[in-house]
């Protein structure tokens, strides 16, 4: 079982439903340590002053805002403090929408909302949320606060689960009017053969069809390393046209 990162409980109208929240996904990614070439030995890093130039120790680290005409204002830990959202544990479902109508543009990251306990005062709740969901094909609209800051949150229903998916907010997706489409009106002949295109590519969704082949390569090239057999690069392709 993945870990906790947040528990509390889910209101809805006058059902109290305790859960936790548990990451949905999981990063597979082959992550590198920064070395001295020379000897491998790991780097480190530390901050530092760039006009007294020695070494700012943790404690005085401050926090700087830099306005567009390049003055910098400096925020303390107090003035930050003030704006941090209420610490709550729970969160409040406030609508109810059409699953079809949430863009999935605005959907952030993703989380699994399960039963907090297997109580079965717990359990009859979670199951009727997840039931009656189910049946009405919506999405509830809520909001949740982690690591001192609030996500307006969707939760659905995904394989029988309650899944939470982060938000952005509407001023934090750009227009799609700002977006140049340019070309003119197609004709209907090259109308007609892409549709033709697109239905003899149109298949079932199937996530294990897809891989990340960058990964899978670089995970060879660990295998080997470690092997100690060489690794041969390739010839630098061209760079593509603009």
């Not at 509407?170 to 140049?180: G, I, L, T, Y």
């Not at 295998?223 to 760079?239: D, F, H, L, S, V």
Request: hydrophobic share 35%; aromatic share 6%; proline share 7%.
């Amino acid at each position: 079982m993945p870990r906790t990162l947040w528990s509390g409980s889910l209101s809805f109208g006058l059902v109290n439903v305790p859960v936790e929240l548990h990451p949905a996904t999981q990063d597979l990614d082959l992550h590198f340590h920064e070395l001295h070439e020379k000897d491998g030995t790991r780097l480190v890093r530390r901050r530092y002053c760039s006009c007294e130039d020695v070494e700012v120790p943790w404690e005085e680290i401050g926090h700087g805002y830099e306005l567009d005409d390049g003055q910098m204002i400096t925020i303390t830990d107090d003035e930050l403090a003030s704006v941090r959202p209420k610490k709550t544990r729970t969160i409040d479902i406030e609508a109810f929408v059409e699953r079809a109508q949430v863009d999935p543009i605005y959907y952030d990251r993703p989380y699994a909302l399960v039963p907090a306990g297997e109580e079965d005062g717990t359990l009859r709740a979670y199951t009727l949320l997840v039931e009656v969901m189910s049946r009405t094909d919506r999405a509830a609209l809520g909001r949740i606060v982690m690591h001192n800051k609030e996500h307006l949150a969707t939760i659905q229903v995904r394989d029988g689960v309650l899944a939470l998916t982060t938000m952005r907010f509407h001023d934090e997706v750009r227009s799609s009017a700002d977006v140049p489409t340019g070309g003119a009106e197609p004709t209907k002949s090259a109308v007609a053969d892409a549709v033709s295109i697109i239905d003899e590519l149109t298949t079932e969704w199937d996530p294990t069809a897809y891989t990340d082949g960058y990964r899978e390569r670089l995970a060879k090239v660990v295998t080997r390393k470690r092997k100690g057999q060489p690794i041969e690069a390739p010839e630098p392709a061209p760079e593509p046209s603009p």
